[in-house]
């Protein structure tokens, strides 16, 4: 699908659908002006010709248009110039329009004009409802929300369906706004779909050695550094605890390092560490087979710094960013990990492995003291960790867990403005107690069995996390697939690409 901005008339287009953005409108107004006085009309829509408003009035007027959040309403052979249909889409209440409507209400046209097979389609900019949003920014989301509703896995169907060629987003004025925010908002929103594809590939199809060439694929044509090591440099790295995990499979685990220097080599760069686990059966402490199928999301956090590496370089920021993805499957075998082996950390500090499945921990142990080696500003970490975030938190919120009050602070203004949603969990030194090992220094699963399971898990990572380093860990076991049902830029089944625009925003604010 191409997406481009173009300045021009809405008369002069000559594409299958005008979309156009309506809002509801406020009651107040309505009262006061005689014209408004219609009862029924709740809808308001500007920026546009005579004959489209009165075409949305009068469908409005007879109840079929009310400007809601996402409604949309399509004419058919609508006899407007410029267009053959036009598709009016809802923006909801102006006063608490915000990025996020925009976003919801873009993807929600998307999905309208593919049910109605329109292959190329204009959006009028230009009535987008008057707010504090710029200019930039609203052009950003529109973008976003599109480019984020076209995503479909459909690598392995024989047919592939039809969808739309072409979206122009389109105003009157020429301005280098919409070019930038276009730009930005395609650079990311293709980030969050590669995110979502490296998800959505089954375990067999995105090995720990795939999912390094992926990386190294995509880092083609930037300034992004690429590395992975083997099993045996693993090993030799004395990353025992994560090299422990890729034991039971006959799958080689990865060590992928991306690096990305946008600022003065002076600068310390900021530090993404993602759970790559390709496919986590459980290993030895097997998981249940229902459901087991959706374990291939387990590298999802992987992906999402994968992804949010590439953005970064995309976008050129002026930043200096490095990312550790630990890779490997977690499978029962001959060598895998034993319910009570003992296992030692790059930092010397030894576990006691009581339960395989609660692997995501002994991989990202390593990773984070590796991390520190590298005295960054910063360390923010993306895990599919805990089934307990997902019954605490739901499919929409991300678990944040950190000590750090300002980057606390500093991640809810990112996930704001990147329109994502995070939530702050306890992280206090009672879990940082359950973790204790009765053999070893730390245990691997909480002595008070599941009870608050995600900070506990959280408490576990801290303890290979230098406490001068400001770190935060994003549990998005919850937020990272099946968010469809929630947001219609997301698919109903499927890898949502979570926190990759938070991520990719934090990187912004350090600039
Ligand atoms: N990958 C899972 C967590 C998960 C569960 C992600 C459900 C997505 C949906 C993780 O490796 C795991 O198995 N965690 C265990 C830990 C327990 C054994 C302490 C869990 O949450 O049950
Ligand atoms: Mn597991
Ligand atoms: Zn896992």
């Known amino acids: 699908m191409k997406i481009e901005v173009k300045k021009s008339a809405l008369e002069s287009l000559g594409v299958d659908t005008l979309v156009v953005f309506v809002s509801k409108r406020a009651h107040e107004k309505a009262k006061s002006k005689k014209e408004d006085a219609t009862p029924a009309r709740t809808m308001v829509v500007e920026g546009v010709t005579r004959g489209i408003s009165s075409k949305l009035d009068s469908a409005s007027e007879q109840g079929a248009l009310s400007g809601a959040n996402n409604e949309t309403v399509f004419f058919r052979d609508a006899n407007i110039s410029g267009a053959r249909h036009l598709l009016a889409v809802g923006l909801g209440d102006p006063k608490?329009?915000?990025?996020?409507?925009?976003?919801?209400?873009?993807?929600s046209a998307f999905s309208a004009l593919k049910g109605q097979k329109s292959r190329s389609a204009a959006i009028a900019l230009d009535s987008i409802a008057d707010?504090?949003?710029?200019?930039?920014?609203?052009?950003?989301a529109v973008t976003e929300g599109i480019v984020m509703a076209n995503y479909s896995f459909t690598d392995f169907k024989q047919k592939k369906d039809e969808g739309v060629e072409k979206v122009i987003l389109v105003s009157a004025k020429k301005s280098k706004s919409h070019e930038t925010g276009q730009e930005n908002g395609r650079i990311i929103a293709e980030s969050v779909n590669f995110c979502r594809w490296l998800g959505d590939r089954p375990g067999n199809r995105m090995t720990p050695t795939m999912l390094a060439e992926e990386a190294v694929k995509a880092a083609k044509g930037t300034k992004l550094k690429v590395n992975s090591w083997d099993k045996s440099r693993i090993k030799a790295e004395k990353m025992g605890s994560f090299l422990s995990v890729s034991l039971g499979s006959t799958q080689e685990p990865r060590f992928i390092t991306m690096e990305y220097n946008g600022a003065s080599g002076s600068k310390k760069p900021i530090c993404f560490v993602g759970k790559g686990l390709t496919f986590d059966s459980g290993g030895i402490s097997i998981k249940p087979s229902g459901g087991m199928e959706d374990m291939k999301y387990d590298m999802c956090g992987g992906a999402a710094v994968i992804a949010a590496m590439v953005a970064i370089a995309r976008l050129k920021l002026k930043v200096n960013a490095i990312a550790f993805i630990p890779a490997t499957e977690n499978m029962p075998g001959p060598n895998a990990n034993k319910p009570g082996d003992i296992v030692i950390a790059r930092n010397g500090k030894s576990i006691e492995v009581n339960n395989t499945d609660a692997e995501g921990r002994l991989i990202l142990a390593d990773a984070l003291v590796y991390a520190c080696e590298q005295k960054p500003a910063m360390i923010v970490d993306a895990a599919t960790l805990t089934g307990a975030i997902v019954v605490a938190l739901g499919n929409l919120h991300t678990g944040v867990f950190t000590r750090n009050q300002k980057l606390r602070e500093r991640i809810q203004r990112a996930a704001d403005a990147a329109g994502e949603?995070?939530?702050?969990?306890?992280?206090?030194?009672?879990?940082?107690?359950?973790?204790?090992?009765?053999?070893?220094?730390?245990?691997?699963?909480?002595?008070?069995?599941r009870d608050a399971g995600s900070a506990t898990a959280a408490a576990f990572l801290e303890q290979f996390v230098d406490q001068d380093i400001p770190w935060a860990h994003f549990d998005i076991a919850g937020t990272a697939w099946h968010a469809g049902d929630r947001l219609p830029y997301c698919p109903r089944k499927g890898a949502s690409g979570a926190i990759?625009?938070?991520?990719?925003q934090l990187a912004m604010d350090t600039e």
């Open 421 to 449: 949603w995070v939530w702050p969990m306890p992280l206090t030194d009672f879990h940082v107690r359950d973790m204790k090992g009765t053999y070893a220094d730390l245990s691997n699963t909480a002595a008070k069995g």
């Open 96 to 107: 608490t329009f915000d990025h996020e409507t925009l976003r919801q209400a873009a993807a």
């Open 131 to 140: 707010s504090d949003l710029s200019a930039e920014l609203a052009t950003q």
């Open 500 to 504: 990759v625009r938070t991520f990719v």
